[in-house]
């Protein structure tokens, strides 16, 4: 056998041959390794090198998103801007007559009205806003399907009464003084724009054809605010002298009252949502009074001009007062108006109902 020479100091001794008949043995693994042929490079670096060095962690701060205080769709939805639009309406209209409220003492009664009108009409928009605001719609002890569009059609029907009132009493004549005028323009020129805005909203709001919804957005339950409105003007012109002269006047006072107090329970049991207590069927009610008002309200149409404008029954058929002043027989006129209107509207109520339970049925 044959040696090798020893290695020099400093040198590193070769490996021995390997001999050919004998199986080639297996490397070992070196420490640098090539690249994958799409690098087309070399890697130096060792495999344990390869990972990056870990970074320093820092703490984070927990992330809060801010919740919004309120539902502000209540108040930039279309509807929402139209209940803002009528809050500011009444309050710069009741702001207008305040300004000069020692000039309207001639007629106390009718700025009164108005100013009722007006500020009833502010005061419930601002509630229904924050409620909407806020969220409280299930906690509030009435039924919100019902309660919002029956006092927006009341709303509509008070800033009518005082839009058509106001310039009435206190426009009719000149007066001395342009700026009094000037706000008084002013203020029926904003309480028309808030009876406007009241009625876009009814309409808004009230039942489409197909949708379920509350009985006060529907035409009867709507219907029904009218009734008790024009109830409530009639009772406002009324006098004791005006029906107890004669027995067929106090049936008249009785067609109102009952008729009055019936419809107006029947809003409250909607508001409410009582209509369960009811002994019967809700429709069947419904259409069961409203027929009883109509036959009341035909009799007291009948009988209220036949005993203030007939010779025979002591009644006065030509009007004897002054052109400028608001006298006993134009009251008479009025409220001989205002019962047939109501007749009217009871017709039409009845209309509604039956055909409400011909449908159901």
Same mark, same amino acid.
């Given at each position: ?46 495999? #344990? ?29 279309? &509807? ?58 299930? #906690? ?11 006092? %927006? ?24 003084? #342009? ?112 027929? &009883? ?24 058929? #030509? ?20 019962? %047939? ?21």
């Amino acid at each position: 056998p044959a040696f090798l020479p020893p290695s020099s100091p400093g040198t590193t001794p070769s490996s021995p041959p390997v001999p050919s008949s004998a199986s080639p043995a297996v490397s070992p693994r070196p420490e640098h390794h090539l690249a994958s042929p799409g690098l087309g490079a070399l890697q130096l670096s060792h495999p #344990r090198a390869a990972r990056p060095p870990p970074q320093a962690t820092f703490p984070t701060m927990p992330v809060t998103r801010s919740k919004s205080l309120g539902n502000t769709s209540a108040l930039t939805s279309q &509807l929402g801007i139209i209940r803002l639009l009528e809050a500011v309406f009444t309050c710069v209209t009741f702001s207008l007559v305040a300004h000069e409220g020692v000039a309207l003492r001639g007629h106390q009664n009718y700025a009164d009205w108005c100013m009722f009108a007006w500020c009833f009409c502010f005061a419930i928009t601002i509630i229904i806003l924050v409620v909407e605001f806020v969220g409280l719609q299930h #906690r509030v002890p009435v039924s919100w399907r019902n309660f919002p569009i029956t006092f %927006a059609m009341y709303a509509t029907l008070l800033c009518l009464s005082a839009s058509i009132i106001f310039p009435v009493v206190y426009l009719q004549k000149p007066y001395p003084g #342009r700026e009094q005028r000037g706000y008084r323009i002013a203020a029926t020129v904003f309480s028309c724009l808030s009876c406007l805005a009241y009625s876009i909203e009814v309409t808004m709001t009230k039942a489409k054809p197909g949708e379920v919804t509350g009985y006060m957005a529907t035409v009867p339950g709507l219907l029904k605010v009218v009734e008790t409105f024009i109830a409530c003007i009639i009772f406002v012109f009324l006098d004791k002298y005006d029906y107890e002269r004669e027995d067929a006047l106090k049936w008249c006072l009785a067609v109102y009252c009952i008729c009055f107090i019936l419809s107006l329970v029947v809003i409250i049991l909607c508001i409410g949502e009582c209509t369960g207590w009811l002994p019967c069927a809700f429709n069947t009610f419904l259409s069961g009074y409203t027929l &009883l008002a109509v036959l009341m309200y035909a009799t007291a149409t009948v009988i209220w001009p036949i005993y203030h404008f007939d010779e025979k029954h002591h009644g006065s058929p #030509r009007r004897n007062c002054p052109r400028e002043t608001f006298c006993e027989w134009d009251k008479y006129v009025t409220i001989a108006v205002l019962t %047939a209107l109501n007749l009217l509207v009871y017709l039409a109520d009845l209309v509604y109902s039956a055909r409400l339970i011909f449908i159901q049925g």
